[in-house]
């Protein structure tokens, strides 16, 4: 069994949908929850970090840890074209580097 | 600059040859780390270096050699490859190597022929 899992999509939404993406992993150690988006031919970059459980908001983003379930989520509300990315999620216990999932890609439909 | 820097951007060589890829941070980070990105695959992690030392190497085959001068230079040496090793390899750096928040560079894409 993989340490996180993810499903690989592709996720095609229309413009303005709200979006679902998640992870599930199978470590109850994981305390570090965080979800990095990468456009085509980039680098990942840090969207959302999260430590232990509950929820995290920041503009139309909102992450959410449940750690009983070892289910992590990312919603996008009111999602644009521009969200269009991979979406990955990673986690760590802090004791060492962080595992990724394997990565989501999005396609937002103008 | 600012952030995590790679250069080159973009890489061709042949299986002979014998290229170095370069990433420097500046954030004043203490771990640095190289990833490999394939198609349609997951972030595959190399290397951690944590204040200058090899923590981790994840199995990686030897026509891949990491060197990290200090803590804000990390390289990686290639020479021998093979067609399959064609991919980004990603750098990043992190305040320690912890579980810490990383932050990446925009990557080197290389093919090999």
């Known amino acids: 069994q993989k340490e996180v899992e993810q499903d690989p999509g592709p996720l095609s939404v229309p413009e303005g949908a709200i979006v679902s993406l998640n992870c599930t992993y199978s470590?109850?150690?994981?305390?570090?929850f965080m979800w990095y988006r990468q456009y085509s031919r980039k680098g990942p970059e840090l969207l959302m970090y999260t430590y232990s459980s509950g929820n995290k908001e920041d503009g139309r983003f909102t992450a959410q840890v449940d750690k009983s379930s070892k289910y992590i989520s990312l919603f996008i509300r009111d999602s644009q074209p521009s969200d269009s990315a991979t979406y990955l999620c990673?986690?760590?216990?802090?004791?060492?580097?962080?595992?990724f999932g394997s990565g989501t890609r999005l396609q937002v439909q103008p | 600059e600012t952030g995590v820097t790679q250069t080159p951007r973009h890489l061709v060589m042949g299986m002979t040859n014998k290229k170095s890829l370069k990433c420097e941070q500046h954030?004043?980070?203490?771990?640095m780390y190289w990833y490999k990105q394939s198609a349609k695959k997951p972030l595959e992690l190399m290397f951690v270096?944590?204040?200058?030392?090899?923590?981790e190497n994840n199995s990686v085959p030897s026509r891949f050699s990491p060197e990290c001068p200090n803590s804000s230079h990390l390289f990686l040496h290639l020479h021998t490859l093979q067609p399959e090793d064609s991919a980004l390899y990603l750098c990043a750096s992190s305040q320690d190597s912890g579980g810490e928040t990383q932050y990446f560079g925009p990557g080197t894409r290389l093919l090999v022929l």
């Open positions: 954030l004043g980070h203490n771990a």
């Open positions: 470590n109850s150690a994981f305390q570090y």
């Open positions: 990673a986690i760590s216990t802090g004791r060492r580097a962080l595992t």
């Open positions: 270096y944590n204040f200058k030392e090899q923590t």
